[in-house]
């Protein structure tokens, strides 16, 4: 019976596409005269729908993918963790916004809540990606079905502000909120030191055990990893495993500048240009770079919005002399990708790795950098490229100098950081959620950070 209704899901799902696609084919002329606050309302509440119509429907978790074009039978009930965090954080600026019920917003959250703790775990972190109908791991790679630090981290972050949200609401609030607290508290994050190296290691199987060797250091995308084992309660780190660790013992600075923009850190593997973008996004979903401050970086908004400049300062200049590049079309990350001949593949994006294409959750989702230039994005896509707007918002990748290519294929991952890193712009609320969590400043004041915006 699961698999039949999860059939017919996804064909009411697919079939509510169809009539959104028409929606918005039909809507251009009006959509041209929407205020920039329209506008940011229009794609949040779009992007919602990944995590809210397109939910896997036995867990409601977020699906690792989500194609219009077809969805793969064998991904059909593979759940991301991380995704499924940003997710969290999107169900959260729904209910803020009033674009979906807060009872049910807390009975969505419940059910994933309850499928989270009877889900694999291992040491305390769930995989990378789970079987939503069982909860079971599903292996992401040959040696890599165990648990993931990193990914977990994602997920945690989301459940901390989801704990935060509603923790002085009614009685099913409060008890979604103790169960939240609940389970980020059995995160064993000290286990993923490898028995108790001065560095976090991405991944650990019962299978492979470290066979992986993956360490975490900076810098990328997984800095709220540390922050979380900082900050944990049960089974935290300490000070020397984050400093030793991902600065790289301090040597991870740098005074390079591109287009005028101080990098301040060194790029893992892209040091002239910066990484892909999410580098920017993933951690700060709920991390506020605000005047934040630790020991070797002075301020992680500037390091942040640099990233950003520098990508859309590539983007003007235009080396490749890409079709469509330009002030309205810029942003480099992680996504789906168009291959050589046409069909689509995955690639990390950045200005080392231009492949002429755009990933539009790259510019939409730094609002909080660059509001200026990340509206010009959004503008630009919902009144002149409609083609590249589908049912949960602009599709993952786009080409204007490949003849408009898109791929109408949505990833958690993507989708999932536009909401939040808007409201974050708009309002801080994941911000002031996560920043106020009596255990995060207690750990960032382990690990000597410093905030000009907030107490700890």
Not at 21 to 43: G, H, N, Y
Not at 82 to 94: A, D, E, K, P
Not at 106 to 123: P, Q, Y
Not at 383 to 392: H, L, M, R, V, W
Request: proline share 5%; aromatic share 16%.
């Amino acid at each position: 019976m699961k698999k039949i209704f999860a059939l017919s899901v996804m064909a009411l799902s697919f079939l509510s596409s169809c009539n959104n696609l028409q929606k918005v084919a039909a809507e251009p002329e009006s959509i041209q005269k929407f205020t920039d606050e329209q506008l940011m309302d229009r794609v949040q509440k779009d992007a919602l729908k990944y995590f809210w119509d397109f939910a896997e429907p036995n867990s409601l978790m977020g699906r690792e993918r989500y194609h219009e074009d077809f969805y793969p039978k064998n991904d059909a009930n593979v759940v991301t963790t991380g995704g499924s965090g940003f997710g969290l954080m999107t169900i959260l600026v729904g209910v803020e916004r009033g674009f979906i019920p807060r009872n049910e917003a807390v009975k969505r959250l419940t059910h994933i809540a309850d499928f989270l703790a009877k889900a694999d775990r291992h040491h305390g972190a769930w995989p990378h990606w789970l079987d939503g109908e069982t909860g079971k791991t599903v292996s992401f790679g040959k040696k890599d079905n165990g648990g993931d630090i990193v990914e977990t981290a994602f997920l945690v972050e989301g459940i901390i502000t989801v704990r935060e949200y509603f923790k002085n609401g009614n009685a099913a609030e409060k008890a979604l909120s103790k169960k939240m607290d609940d389970l980020w508290k059995e995160v064993e994050w000290n286990w993923y030191t490898k028995g108790g190296e001065k560095v976090l290691y991405w991944h650990w199987s019962p299978v492979n055990g470290w066979e992986m060797n993956h360490k975490l250091q900076g810098y990328d995308e997984t800095l709220v990893t540390y922050i979380l084992a900082a900050s944990s309660p049960t089974y935290p780190i300490d000070a020397d495993t984050f400093y030793q660790g991902w600065t790289r013992n301090g040597t991870y600075t740098t005074t390079a500048e591109k287009y005028g923009y101080p990098l301040y850190v060194k790029h893992n593997g892209a040091e002239e240009y910066g990484g892909p973008m999410f580098w920017a996004h993933y951690s700060y979903l709920g991390l506020d770079p605000t005047g934040l401050s630790d020991r070797l970086v002075k301020n992680y908004f500037d390091l942040n919005r640099s990233h950003a400049m520098i990508q859309y300062s590539y983007s003007v200049e235009n080396p490749k002399q890409w079709r469509g590049y330009g002030p309205n079309y810029w942003g480099f990350t992680a996504s789906y990708t168009r291959n050589q001949d046409g069909t689509v593949g995955y690639d990390a994006h950045n200005p080392k790795n231009d492949r002429g294409v755009i990933t539009p959750t790259a510019a939409l989702s730094s609002f909080p950098y660059t509001p200026k230039e990340s509206m010009n994005v959004l503008r630009f896509l919902y009144t002149q490229k409609p083609e590249f707007i589908g049912s949960a918002g602009p599709y993952d990748a786009t080409s204007i100098h490949y003849d408009n290519w898109f791929t109408p294929r949505y990833l958690a991952i993507d989708q999932g950081t536009v909401a939040p890193m808007i409201e974050n712009y708009r309002t801080g609320l994941l911000w002031k959620l996560f920043m106020n969590a009596p255990e995060i400043k207690n750990g960032l004041k382990k690990l000597d950070f410093k905030s000009t915006k907030y107490k700890f």
